[in-house]
């Protein structure tokens, strides 16, 4: 039967300096920033044609679903996304798994470079092929492997590694979740996102077995956007289903209670919601305009908004689509924070009062030794931070 792993016993990044957020949730003050809002206030920044896509957006994880049975509120249309199934194996190997593989999700303690898989299919045996660095170091390594629709694989952690974990995650077939969706598209600042309902989010991934939420959220004033890639297979035919990947990981396997980034955006241009921050402010905020602590740069999270775009930026350029929505999401932010993209700048962490110099647009690599967000889209931040700053 499918399950998922037994929950850390470590603290959760709510209560670590790795990921920042120490403290219970700040209290909410009555809404000032809405995210329900269309076009919010006259002044709101204008997005070309072409950039917002059409897309609908839910408003949170109290809207987000129920069984088949369960009523769709007003002003919502009941939409079905596939639950994830999970099979955790035991070693690093699965001879058979019970569904198509569509991901391998890896975790081990020591070190983080190294390690091979290889990925099977019905009398066929694969070939091995090497895992090399992960970027998620703060609790030894690990990755999220494409295994498109593998029946079986076999993963070998680095030399010196130990407490392998695997599973194999669907995130497109398995049984349907009812999914209550508001039917008006929902915008930041004119920008059309999807929202976690929109995407699929099973909100129950960030809670723990006895209900208390795994890394509840906490708020800090706004500093930096930092830009990542997902490592994962550029021309995704799913891209939702993607995120639901990266948020399975990230929750569970992490054991961080949620996705690591504030916003994705597919090769398409679609924004998608991410890191939950409430109903009662815009995405990614509380409402008074406070950054809700993430979990996409170890040490340096908090006050430091997180972008990855989908796929490897490593040898490859980002799509016309992402790069200009980047460019519009980047800029939405920046001037709702009165933040110049072109700046360079010292980082307070607020936890633990750790400093650093960094641009007020950075790559994932400016901050820990990683190949993040890709060679190629490394080298366009300052062509991204000149878009930014430049146009109207």
């Known amino acids: 039967m499918p399950h998922g792993p037994t929950r850390s016993t470590v603290p959760s990044p709510a209560d670590t300096d790795q990921h920042e957020g120490v403290g219970p949730a700040s209290h909410r003050l009555p809404s000032r920033l809405s995210r329900r809002g269309v076009l919010g206030a006259a002044g709101a920044v204008a997005v070309a044609a072409g950039v917002v896509p059409a897309v609908s957006a839910a408003t949170g994880p109290d809207e987000s679903g129920g069984g088949p049975d369960a009523p769709t509120p007003t002003g919502t249309t009941a939409r079905a996304f596939p639950a994830t199934r999970a099979e955790e194996s035991e070693g690093g190997t699965a001879d058979s798994a019970p569904f198509p593989i569509g991901w391998v999700a ?23 092929t090497g895992l090399g660095f992960t970027c998620s170091t703060s609790n030894g390594g690990g990755h999220l492997i494409s295994a498109d629709g593998a029946n079986g694989y076999r993963v070998e952690a680095p030399a010196g590694a130990d407490a392998l974990r695997t599973r194999a995650l669907d995130t497109t ?30 909100e129950s991934k960030r809670f723990k077995p006895d209900g208390s939420e795994n890394s509840p959220p906490v708020y800090y004033p706004f500093q930096t956007v ?13 891209p939702a289903a993607t995120v639901r990947a990266v948020y399975e990981y990230h929750a569970i396997d992490n054991d961080w209670g949620d996705i690591g980034y504030h916003f994705l955006i597919d090769e398409q241009g679609r924004v998608y919601e991410g890191r ?59 001037r709702l924070h009165g933040l110049d993209p072109q700046a360079r700048l ?24 990683t190949d993040c967000p890709g060679a190629v889209m490394y080298e366009e931040l300052a062509a991204l931070r000149e878009r930014v700053a430049n146009r109207p």
């Open 226 to 238: 930092t830009v990542h890639h997902t490592d994962t297979p550029n021309q995704d035919a799913d």
């Open 173 to 202: 077939d398995g049984p349907r979740r009812k999914v209550a969706v508001p039917k008006d598209t929902t915008r930041v600042r004119g920008l059309a996102y999807l929202s976690r309902a929109a995407w699929g989010a099973d």
């Open 106 to 128: 890896t975790r081990w303690e020591g070190p983080a470079d190294g390690g091979r898989i290889r990925l099977d299919s019905p009398g066929t045996q694969g070939s091995w």
């Open 346 to 369: 010292s980082y307070v962490n607020p936890v633990n009062g750790t400093t650093k110099e960094v641009d007020a647009l950075s790559g994932h690599r400016d901050w820990l030794e």
């Open 276 to 334: 939950w921050s409430g109903k009662d402010g815009l995405p990614a905020h509380d409402s008074t305009g406070k950054l809700v602590t993430a979990f996409h740069v170890g040490g340096f999270n908090s006050g430091n908004l997180g972008i990855a775009l989908l796929g490897n930026l490593q040898k490859q350029a980002p799509t016309d689509a992402a790069r200009q929505s980047l460019t519009s999401l980047v800029r939405v932010l920046t």
